[in-house]
């Protein structure tokens, strides 16, 4: 029977020597995935990762995700056969559109096309194809190749993406898919339709592509405290993700107002516009119960991955150990269409959710 993963998703903001011993806790308490954030203005990715890899011996690590405009693909291949080579093959490779790029002045034209270029640039450096490559936006000339061993020629791919043309080259190119910022049980077979469709014009089984839903976390003891905190944390990507899950209506003057406090640096206002419905859906938050509960409801809609998002609880330790040692132990992994993510649900109605502005 297949078994759902659950990872943990960390920003990289952290001090060296965190980066390790958070890993080493993840791993004890049977973790099976780490990623590290690709956001704008945050540390690179890849120095937490590598002091993860030292400190760790079985859990996958991986960027979630670099992007390809921001990130020339010749460096994205060094970075994952780095990492692969660290991890002795653990690593994964992820890659996304990006976002917030036009603050630093970085256009992203063609972003389907810019990710099946890089996916193609990296695996192509990384297997020692020297024939060269000539797609719509990236290239290698003939004779291009590393001139350093790689541990493997193919990491696994992971691409983060909501739309339905994003999805559907997941389904033709990808391992995993990633919806990011979000903990909504009905999206689950939304992108597992708009995955079929791209596997099967690649004639590959849509099974094959897992799913993966990760979004921020914030589990305490104190249960008010932790949704207190995950409206602050969340209201930033909600003004990010929340138009692009077709499942939810939601108002268009709290969504406006919250982008408005948002911009005006004012996250705490913005995240007390955020009823408990509509937090639930974009945020794991509250007691080790309530988040077990989140988790579970995504692994028997199908998932593969449930991912745990920073900030984890009202501190990084604390919010750790509750996951691991409480939170953990609560989640039947077995459960749904099973961890290929993509089994038959066509049963299943979409769920519909109308959510108004609350006090």
Known sequence: MNVAEIGLGLQSDKRPGDYARLARRAERHGFDVLSVFGDLMYQPPIFPLLEMAAATERVRLGAACLNPYSLAP?????????????SNGRAYLGLARGTWLGAVGIAQPRPLAALADATEVVYRLLGGDAEGYEGEVFRLEPGTRLRYAVHRPRPPLLLGTWGPRGAALAGRIADEIKVGGSANPAMVPVIRERVRAGAEKAGRDPGDVGIVLGAVTVV????????????TE?????????????????????????????????????????????LDLFAFSGTPEQVAAQAQALI???VRRVEFGTPHGLDDDRGVELLGAAVLPMLDRSGGAGSGGLGSREDEPERHCELSLKP
Do not use: F, N, S, W
């Open 234 to 278: 969340v209201a930033m990507y909600l003004a990010v993700v929340a138009e692009l899950d077709p499942t939810v209506d939601i108002p268009a003057d709290l969504l406006a107002r919250v982008k408005e406090l948002v911009d005006a640096g004012q996250h705490r206002a913005a995240g007390g516009l955020i009823p408990d419905d509509l």
């Open 300 to 302: 028997d809609a199908g």
């Open 74 to 86: 010749y460096e994205v291949a060094g970075q994952v056969a780095a990492l692969d080579l660290a």
């Open 220 to 231: 305490a003891t104190e249960g008010a405290a932790a949704r207190a905190r995950a409206r």
